[in-house]
T-cell receptor, first 113, second 111 residues
């Protein structure tokens, strides 16, 4: 079974620029999550989708972050404009509705300079 | 969501058994306990999940006492490749209910 695909693997941008990350979950996984992991910390949930609907985006900084999952399959997370404190690894995960744990992608390491 | 508390770090040697304990005093009746492993530059990987007593798979065992206010992840005969961060999560079994990662336990296995 193919895993959760994420791209790009690394990204370096200047502050105030925009950036977008892409995630393709495991086929058949209805639930998709975006996490932010700052160096030395555990992952922090940004947003959760169930199919193409948002279930939880309470921790998403909506003034600069946005995410969509238009067809209920792959998803895009965008930051506009980026700040220095957005430097982190952005992880995408997916799961079946019935649970059993998440499968994470390898993440996108963002560096804002 | 029930909050979890784990040791920040642990050291061990190759071939030893490692036990990492997680406290979750406010665990709810419907909550499950799940452990993840994370290597540098990778996303967390599901290790094991349980509700009560003992669960064992090819990688680890999970011990949960009767009051379920704590759990212990047991890694038998660790190797250098088990050096990683281990996270304990508590929440409902269905998707969307295990969303909060704590700081995890950084395990260092030495030769």
């Amino acid at each position: 079974e193919a895993g959760v695909a994420q791209s790009p693997r690394y990204k370096i941008i200047e502050k105030r620029q925009s950036v977008a990350f892409w995630c393709n979950p495991i086929s058949g996984h209805a639930t998709l999550y975006w996490y932010q992991q700052i160096l030395g910390q555990g992952p922090k949930l940004l947003i959760q989708f169930q199919n193409n609907g948002v279930v939880d985006d309470s921790q998403l900084p909506k003034d600069r972050f946005s995410a969509e999952r238009l067809k209920g399959v792959d998803s895009t997370l965008k930051i506009q404009p980026a700040k220095l404190e957005d430097s982190a690894v952005y992880l995408c995960a997916s799961s079946l509705e019935t649970g059993g744990g998440y499968t994470f992608g390898s993440g996108t390491r963002l560096t804002v300079v | 969501l029930a909050k979890t508390t784990q040791p920040i770090s642990m050291d061990s040697y190759e071939g030893q058994e490692v036990n990492i304990t997680c406290s979750h005093n406010n665990i709810a009746t419907n909550d499950y306990i799940t452990w993840y492993q994370q290597f540098p530059s990778q996303g967390p990987r599901f290790i094991i999940q349980g509700y009560k007593t003992k669960v064992t798979n090819e990688v680890a065992s999970l011990f949960i006492p009767a009051d379920r206010k704590s759990s212990t992840l047991s890694l038998p005969r660790v190797s250098l490749s088990d050096t990683a961060v281990y996270y304990c999560l508590v929440g409902g079994k269905n998707a969307g209910n295990m969303l909060t990662f704590g700081g995890g336990t950084r395990l260092m296995v030495k030769p």
